[in-house]
C-alpha cells in the first residue's frame, strides 16, 4: 500500500458525461500528479500541482481540469468525455527522499471506461 | 527532451533464476533520476528502485538492482531469484525537470511472466 488513495476504484459512464476523479496524497506530501495510462498512448503525465497551485501542464485536454484542495487532496474533472479517454487514471504523491530524488508513489489508479 | 526506451515486449523466466530488463535513455540534462516501477495484472503502480545519475554506485533493492551504465545511457533492472509474484509489466522511467515540476516520462513497458 503506497498510502496514495484514489476513488473510485471503476467508473463506467457514457460519451458526453462528466466525471470527477478523485486522489488523497499520502500524508506529508504537497506534491500531486496525474497520469493517464493507455494502450495507444502508455503512461502519460497530464498535470501536477503542488501545495494547491498548478505546477507543471503535461498532454492535458482542455476537456480536463484538476485542482488541489486545501487539505491536499485533488480532484481531476473530465467532461464532454470520448471513447478514447477510456483510460486507467493514476495519481501519485512524491516525497523528497534525499538531495535530487524525488520519488512519485501511485495510488491504484481509477479505470474509467466511456461508451 | 527526455526519451525512454524499452525495446524487449516480454520476457519469459524460470522460477529462481535471475532476469535483466533493459532500459535505455536520452536526455541533455545533466542531473536526472531514473526509476523502475512494477504494474501487477491489478493496475497498480508499485516503485521499485532509483538511481540518480551522479550516485556513484548502482542501486539496490533487497533482489532488485540497477545496472546503471552512463555512456551507454542505460539503466537495466535485474531481479535476483525470480520469483512466481515477479509477473508482472515493469516501466523504467526518467525524472524530466520541468519549470519545478518533476514529472516522469515512462517507457512503453515490459512484461515479465515467471514460470514454474
Known amino acids: 500500500d503506497s498510502g496514495v488513495t484514489q476513488t473510485p476504484k471503476h467508473l463506467i459512464t457514457a460519451t458526453g458525461q462528466r466525471v470527477t476523479l478523485r486522489c488523497s496524497p499520502r500524508?506529508?506530501?504537497?506534491?500531486v500528479y496525474w497520469y493517464q495510462q493507455s494502450l495507444d498512448q502508455g503512461l502519460q503525465f497530464l498535470i501536477q500541482y503542488y501545495n494547491g497551485e498548478e505546477r507543471a501542464k503535461g498532454n492535458i485536454l482542455e476537456r480536463f481540469s484538476a485542482q488541489q484542495f486545501p487539505d491536499l487532496h485533488s480532484e481531476l474533472n473530465l467532461s464532454s468525455l470520448e471513447l478514447g479517454d477510456s483510460a486507467l487514471y493514476f495519481c501519485?504523491?512524491?516525497?523528497?527522499?534525499?538531495?535530487?530524488?524525488?520519488?512519485?508513489?501511485f495510488g491504484p489508479g481509477t479505470r474509467l471506461l466511456v461508451l | 527532451a527526455q526519451k525512454i526506451t524499452q525495446t524487449q515486449p516480454g520476457m519469459f523466466v524460470q522460477e529462481k533464476e535471475a532476469v535483466t530488463l533493459d532500459c535505455t535513455y536520452d536526455t541533455s540534462d545533466p542531473s536526472y533520476g531514473l526509476f523502475w516501477y512494477k504494474q501487477p495484472s491489478s493496475g497498480e503502480m508499485i516503485f521499485l528502485i532509483y538511481?540518480?545519475?551522479?550516485?556513484?554506485q548502482n542501486a539496490t533493492e533487497g533482489r532488485y538492482s540497477l545496472n546503471f551504465q552512463k555512456a551507454r545511457k542505460s539503466a537495466n533492472l535485474v531481479i535476483s531469484a525470480s520469483q512466481l509474484g515477479d509477473s508482472a509489466m515493469y516501466f523504467c522511467a526518467m525524472r524530466a525537470s520541468q519549470g519545478g515540476s518533476e514529472k516522469l516520462v515512462f517507457g512503453k513497458g515490459m512484461k515479465l511472466t515467471v514460470n514454474p
Open positions: 538511481q540518480g545519475s551522479y550516485d556513484q
Open positions: 501519485a504523491s512524491s516525497v523528497v527522499a534525499g538531495e535530487g530524488q524525488e520519488t512519485q508513489y
Open positions: 500524508s506529508g506530501d504537497l506534491s
